[in-house]
């Protein structure tokens, strides 16, 4: 067995290696067989790696049916729209077209080459929020880890954004730019596997509404908001419900000057 496994990492070497040659995957996803043992996808669409130099691990490989498939828009597994005046490509709901069957972890690139044209990816939550679903709804069941590129933009309301990605266990958002982002309620709505999250560079000065961000993430064993600004905030009720395994929380740098409802803001 570990012969034959040895054999398919060769031969998928070769295979990757001949890919490589023939087109120019940066920012680009690649899907590719090893084995069908463990169905692990890195869907991975990070810029600014040379892949002619990559490994097959630095590559986004995808296991299943021992079928090798480049895969170059990985936007299309999104709804989304373009900008072609600011050169924006906004992000709006994932489609449900992960593998259903496996553990996923992606990568949102902060840019994005598409007809020859750069485009900067912007999270934008919007249409969900009456329903109460965070973009990536259709596929919460199964993503484990979700990396936002640095330089990655939220739209103008950050509501339910990342909400009930109950399996998510690394969430990495320190690189997502929040500046003129006016709502973050339910942000991080039962992010209920996740025990820590690096918001330390989030720009909080025009948000106004911090109902429920955390609400729910019962995993939570920390968070450093030293240099969040609430000046502007008028609601921070259910705020940290239910974030019953945080036992600190440094709030020095809060300011409730405008804020109207604290309700339930450290229940549970």
């Given at each position: 067995?570990?012969?034959?496994?040895?054999?398919?990492?060769?031969?998928?070497?070769?295979?990757?290696?001949?890919?490589?040659?023939?087109?120019?995957?940066?920012?680009?996803c690649?899907?590719?067989?090893?084995?069908?043992?463990?169905?692990?996808?890195?869907?991975?669409?990070q810029?600014?790696?040379?892949?002619?130099?990559?490994?097959?691990?630095?590559?986004?490989?995808?296991?299943?049916?021992?079928?090798?498939?480049?895969?170059?828009?990985?936007y299309?597994?999104?709804?989304?729209?373009?900008?072609?005046?600011?050169?924006?490509?906004?992000?709006?709901?994932?489609?449900?077209?992960?593998?259903?069957?496996?553990?996923?972890?992606?990568?949102?690139?902060?840019?994005?080459?598409?007809?020859?044209?750069?485009?900067?990816?912007?999270?934008?939550?919007?249409?969900?929020?009456?329903?109460?679903?965070?973009?990536?709804?259709?596929?919460?069941?199964?993503?484990?880890?979700?990396?936002?590129?640095?330089?990655?933009?939220?739209?103008?309301?950050?509501?339910?954004?990342?909400?009930?990605?109950?399996?998510?266990?690394?969430?990495?958002?320190?690189?997502?730019?929040?500046?003129?982002?006016?709502?973050?309620?339910?942000?991080?709505?039962?992010?209920?596997?996740?025990?820590?999250?690096?918001?330390?560079?989030?720009?909080?000065?025009?948000?106004?509404?911090?109902?429920?961000?955390?609400?729910?993430?019962?995993?939570?064993?920390?968070?450093?908001?030293?240099?969040?600004?609430?000046?502007?905030?008028?609601?921070?009720?259910y705020?940290?419900?239910?974030?019953?395994?945080?036992?600190?929380?440094?709030?020095?740098?809060?300011?409730?000057?405008?804020?109207?409802?604290?309700?339930?803001?450290?229940y549970?």
């Open positions: 067995m570990l012969i034959m496994k040895r054999k398919m990492k060769m031969l998928l070497g070769i295979i990757l290696s001949f890919l490589l040659t023939l087109s120019d995957f940066s920012g680009y690649v899907y590719a067989a090893e084995t069908n043992d463990e169905a692990e996808v890195l869907h991975n669409a810029d600014g790696v040379s892949y002619s130099d990559a490994s097959a691990d630095e590559i986004s490989v995808y296991v299943e049916q021992d079928i090798l498939q480049a895969v170059n828009d990985w299309e597994d999104y709804n989304y729209t373009l900008d072609n005046v600011n050169k924006k490509l906004t992000l709006r709901s994932s489609k449900g077209n992960f593998v259903t069957n496996s553990t996923l972890k992606i990568t949102i690139p902060a840019q994005t080459e598409i007809d020859g044209v750069v485009y900067t990816t912007v999270l934008d939550n919007a249409g969900n929020v009456a329903s109460e679903k965070g973009l990536w709804n259709a596929d919460s069941s199964i993503l484990t880890s979700i990396t936002i590129g640095e330089g990655v933009e939220l739209a103008e309301s950050g509501a339910y954004v990342f909400a009930n990605l109950e399996k998510v266990k690394n969430l990495d958002v320190s690189g997502l730019k929040t500046s003129g982002v006016s709502r973050m309620d339910y942000m991080f709505k039962n992010c209920k596997a996740l025990t820590g999250l690096d918001i330390r560079y989030f720009d909080t000065n025009d948000v106004k509404n911090f109902q429920g961000m955390f609400f729910g993430c019962s995993g939570l064993t920390g968070l450093d908001l030293t240099k969040f600004n609430t000046a502007a905030a008028t609601d921070m009720s705020m940290f419900y239910n974030c019953s395994a945080i036992t600190e929380l440094d709030l020095g740098s809060f300011g409730t000057g405008l804020t109207e409802d604290m309700s339930a803001m450290f549970g």
